[in-house]
């Protein structure tokens, strides 16, 4: 059986100071773009597709939105889904972060914990739990949704192409969908092994 489809999709644009770094921050979106997001995403999105969402409330409140114009849907909210933790460095501006800070995220990339954050290994084996059980549904003909932020897409965009690998940070894809936008994907399974949770 071909896998079904397979939507990403990204929040609409955060309603944040531009140069701040956020991930974790629990930001609000624009409202009016994220209703726009809710509409077109009412209309492609098949029957039967399954939905979680960034318990984020730029995620969660898109994720209502398409509830209520498609009452025959569901979502539910999976933490795995959500943006990095920047843990001290969420809410301040990037220009205030001292250079050797973001040298040591750079030459440590998957490991070092921004902010005494989160790393980019956790946020990889989290994601890869939940990209797991997607490809499940997705090999047995459902089509899958994930409301969600640019870094995960980034992680499912690694784990299709790398596995369980980890990587430097010049091999870290930076493409990702625009504000209130998405990419659908059609992934086969493999034999990959996951990623470890540290």
Not at 116 to 138: C, F, I, K, Q
């Amino acid at each position: 059986m071909t896998p079904a489809a397979w939507w990403l999709v990204r929040h609409a644009a955060p309603q944040v100071a531009p140069g701040t770094c956020y991930g974790a921050l629990d930001v609000p979106a624009n409202p009016q773009a994220t209703q726009q997001t809710a509409r077109r995403l009412a209309e492609a999105l098949p029957t039967g597709t399954l939905i979680s969402h960034s318990p984020l409330q730029r995620c969660e409140h898109l994720a209502h939105y398409l509830l209520a114009l498609r009452p025959d849907l569901a979502s539910n909210p999976d933490p795995r889904l959500r943006e990095m933790d920047f843990g001290d460095w969420e809410g301040r501006p990037w220009a205030d972060i001292a250079r050797s800070e973001i040298d040591a995220w750079t030459q440590s990339f998957a490991h070092y914990r921004p902010g005494a954050g989160e790393n980019l290994h956790s946020m990889l084996a989290r994601v890869d739990t939940a990209r797991r059980e997607a490809l499940e549904a997705l090999a047995q003909g459902r089509p899958v949704a994930w409301i969600t932020h640019a870094g995960v897409t980034r992680c499912v965009a690694w784990l299709s192409s790398h596995g369980g690998k980890l990587p430097l940070s010049h091999q870290w894809p930076l493409e990702a969908p625009g504000w209130g936008d998405w990419v659908m994907v059609r992934p086969g399974l493999t034999g990959e092994a996951p990623v470890q949770q540290t």
